[in-house]
């Protein structure tokens, strides 16, 4: 069983990383001790609301979640409601009660980090939006980081991933700070695992009487509309979902040891990431950047793992 500890700006894709990662613990694969939240794709709170109902919504509502820092490090905050809907969760808007907000813990997030860190020693960290929590926290060993562009078009600007661009300073200080490899998911990677309506009925089937499934359809509509408008055809791109396979070594990858660095203080550059390749600046390695990933079997194990977990 390994413990892992999320750290997420949970929007759509965050979402499906959250729905595996809950089929895991049911499994007992892994043991998801907490997650903590950044802002990103929405507004802080409104992440650690997303990320609490979508637990709920896979009877897993005892795992603890809390809001972490509210803004990045250095630059102000910027969400993206076009992409992931107003609320985080695309279409799906009316759970917003004030139960969920009192069953928030007022417990500090680093408090949970400190916690896990020091009861599992082998616990792996997975961020999956702004590194803002971790690099104000400090270096976590066994960490797996989704962000950057490397030698590929970004997201946000021509050069820049959106994790990386939200909170730049961050994304720096994360990778100055690692005492070892981060494992780095980027966006010439990620955005090769895709969902669209005939895969997303697979899933829906897969989890079977599982609440969360019944609002699955109306959460990615938005996110295929997106798509869609974008050029890129009726899909939806899951980044987060394949980071936490490749973070917990469900799929096949590759990976190579390198440094890495971001542009911070350019406002063209802005979350540009850099990796150095040929090793010109002769620095220590600070990160693994995977270069491939299994995509079929990515998908394989997705539905593998939901539908084992829903008949437990």
Known sequence: MIPVLLDCDTGIDDA?????????????????????????????????????????????????????????????????????????????????????????????????????????????????????NLATFGPVSRTTLMGGAYLYPGNTTPTAEWNSWVDPHAAKQAFAQATDPIKVCSLGVTEQFTINPTSLNAVIAALGRTPIAQYLPEILRFYFEFHEAQGEGYLAQIHDLLTCMIALEQIPFTARELTIDVEAESELLRGTTIADIRGHWGRPANANLVQTADIAAAHAELLRTLHAATNL
């Open 16 to 132: 499906l990383a959250l729905v595996y990662l809950a089929a895991l613990h049911k499994l007992g694969t892994i043991k998801l001790v907490g997650v903590s939240t950044t802002a990103g794709n929405v507004d802080v709170a409104q992440t650690a609301l997303n990320t609490q109902w979508v637990l709920e919504q896979c009877d897993l509502k005892e795992i603890p979640v809390v809001a972490g820092q509210a803004v990045p490090l250095e630059v102000p905050l910027v969400t993206t409601p076009e992409t992931h809907g107003q609320h985080g969760l695309g279409y799906i808007t009316g759970y917003i009660t004030p139960e969920l907000h009192t069953q928030i813990p007022a417990a500090s997030w680093q408090e949970l980090w400190h916690e896990a860190i020091n009861t599992y020693p082998d616990l792996r960290l997975i961020v999956t939006g702004p590194a803002t």
